[in-house]
């Protein structure tokens, strides 16, 4: 399996996120529509990426906490392939969000920041036919408490590759830190502030593109 690279659009701006999309698509699978990206302008930034960007896959970071069925169906309907909900949620969401994937083809994953145990977490969910999971190095624990893909993060993240479960990583990745994954089966890799807040976003993206080919 070829480890996917995923662009994290987290700008509030909708001609910014569509502009950075436009440089970087090239380089990178899966197009995310990030958290405050939504929450800023909508979710028919979805359906504009949808329409744009038809060879990729298109990622609607919802992380929904409840209702989960009902928000996933709306990502669902403006075009999105794969739908995010919390891992600190009920396992009741978690079943909803996954239930409308299934209904629409689709996925949904399941988004670990915040979970105590993301291991024993993640048998449950698998449990429930979540596909995908994110390990996810959270950006808020990076800034204030210097948080980083310590040996314990790692640890974790082979953990949860030991469960025949497909992984992504999330949270301060840039092309400085790929080596330290090269020995994980990696779903997808993703990346923020590493491409988009570089001088060269294309440059960069192409960069981490490469380094990812040599590594996986």
Not at 24 to 41: C, F, M, Y
């Amino acid at each position: 399996m070829t480890c996917k690279i995923q662009l994290a659009l987290d700008t509030l701006d909708y001609d910014h996120a569509l502009y950075l999309a436009h440089i970087i698509s090239p380089w990178v699978d899966i197009l995310e529509a990030g958290t405050p990206l939504i929450k800023s302008v909508g979710i028919q930034i979805v359906s504009r990426l949808r329409e744009e960007f038809p060879d990729k896959l298109i990622l609607a970071d919802l992380k929904s906490s409840d209702v989960g069925g009902y928000e996933a169906e709306m990502a669902f309907k403006a075009g999105a392939d794969i739908v995010t909900t919390q891992g600190i949620t009920t396992l009741a969401t978690i079943r909803e969000v996954q239930s409308e994937a299934n209904k629409w083809g689709r996925r949904c994953e399941v988004d670990l920041t915040g979970v105590a145990d993301p291991i024993a977490r993640t048998r449950e969910i698998k449990a429930l036919g979540v596909s995908l999971v994110l390990c996810h190095r959270s950006i808020d624990e990076e800034v204030t408490k210097g948080s980083l893909w310590n040996e314990e993060a790692l640890k974790t993240l082979g953990g949860l590759c030991d469960l025949e479960i497909d992984v992504a990583i999330a949270g301060g990745i840039n092309l400085e830190v790929l080596d330290r994954f090269a020995k994980f089966p990696l779903y997808g890799i993703v990346v923020g502030r590493g491409i988009t807040a570089q001088s060269d976003p294309a440059a960069a993206a192409q960069a981490i593109i490469q380094r990812v080919k040599e590594l996986w």
